[in-house]
């Protein structure tokens, strides 16, 4: 899989935006933009995925350049329950079910 | 979204024994499992990946004999940890995909062994 790039940590408001972006300058067409976040002492969580356009669900907006070499997740409203280490993964959309490979991902601290 | 469920949360064992861990999909069915291994303030690593029915695929470095995989069903997977030592002490976590072309990886709660 094609490595991503993230800053280690970021820090937000309550009640703020929060843009945590990506670099993914060797994407190929074929990878899809997978976002996890994993809170303290539990395992991963699916955030959100794109491979070309917007897309927004309940958690989140992702924001897809439009070279696709880098993208951005948009916490829309940070509370401090979304302070967690954020994932930026790419998984090849061919074959069969395959890894995911964790880089160190972006911890994001939330405060009052 | 789909729930998977790991068993147990926390266990310590004293170094020799065996440890088992489920992890099952409680509202799919799993195609395809991961187990990943995360020590303290580090990322998530794969240990390996199993198919149902199938022999598990290990990452280079990750003992086979040592730490034995059984996907029975599409619901159940286990990871037993042999002949456990303290280095073992780590948050194991299990992930299970119903595949498809977007293969969303649904993760367990994590489980917490400690060999003393």
């Known amino acids: 899989d094609a490595k991503t790039t993230q800053p280690n940590s970021m820090e937000s408001n309550e009640e703020e935006p929060v843009h945590l972006p990506c670099n993914h300058s060797?994407?190929?067409?074929?990878?899809?933009i997978h976002w996890y976040r994993q809170l303290p002492s539990q395992g991963p969580e699916y955030v959100i995925h794109?491979?070309?356009s917007n897309v927004n669900n309940r958690m989140a907006s992702l924001a897809i350049a439009e070279d696709r070499k880098s993208s951005t997740l948009i916490l829309h409203r940070a509370t401090l329950r979304d302070a967690a280490v954020y994932y930026c993964?790419?998984?090849?959309?061919?074959?069969?079910?395959?890894?995911?490979?964790f880089g160190t991902g972006t911890r994001l601290q939330v405060t009052l | 979204g789909a729930v998977v469920s790991q068993h147990p949360s926390r266990v310590i064992c004293k170094s020799g024994t065996s440890v088992k861990i489920e992890c099952r999909s409680l509202?799919?069915?799993?195609?395809?499992m991961f187990w990943y291994r995360q020590f303290p303030k580090q990322s998530l690593m794969l240990m390996a990946t199993?198919?149902?029915?199938?022999?598990?695929?290990?990452e280079q470095g990750v003992e086979k004999d040592k730490f034995l995989i059984n996907h029975a069903s599409l619901t159940l997977s286990t990871l037993t940890v042999t002949s456990a030592h303290p280095e073992d002490s780590s948050f194991y976590i299990c992930?299970?995909?119903?595949?498809?072309?977007?293969?969303?990886?649904?993760f367990g709660p994590g489980t917490r062994l400690t060999v003393l």
């Open positions: 060797t994407i190929s067409g074929t990878d899809y």
């Open positions: 199993s198919n149902e029915g199938s022999k598990a695929t290990y």
């Open positions: 509202d799919f069915q799993a195609t395809t």
């Open positions: 992930s299970a995909s119903a595949g498809g072309h977007t293969d969303t990886q649904y």
């Open positions: 794109g491979l070309t």
């Open positions: 993964i790419l998984r090849d959309v061919t074959g069969t079910a395959s890894k995911l490979t």
